[in-house]
């Protein structure tokens, strides 16, 4: 006579029971961490706060605006220059807030030579901040090969 082993099954001629599967399903972990890294995505350049700056020694991309945007330039010898005429320190303000009650642009410009000091581009950026224009961007000249 032969031992017979008994599987647990019952009286269910050979079948097994049930086990639990101890595999981790990480289908739902990778859907979470897509979601979590685009959202992270989105969020991360909203956060930085500051003035834009174009920094002079990287690759700038080129404006993409249909109209003519308001500059400010500021040469070398100290000259400013608001389009193509040239202001002083002193008339600047005035002449913004003109133009703003005009209907004005939402960003101001300022195109600095490399010789000018940085407390002269403050005092222009502080000016323009004050007569209503809170956007301001740094031009400069994309790198040469």
Known sequence: MGARIDTGGGSGGGRRRWKPNAEINVTPFVDVMLVLLIVFMISAPLLTVGIEVDLPDTEARAMTTSEEPLTITIRGDGEIYLMETAVSFE???????????????????????QGV?????VRVMARVSSSGYPNIGLVTDPVRD
């Open 91 to 113: 008339e600047l303000g005035p002449r913004l807030r003109a133009i703003a009650g005009a209907g004005a642009r939402t960003r101001v410009y300022i195109r600095a030579d």
């Open 117 to 121: 000091a940085y407390g002269d581009v």
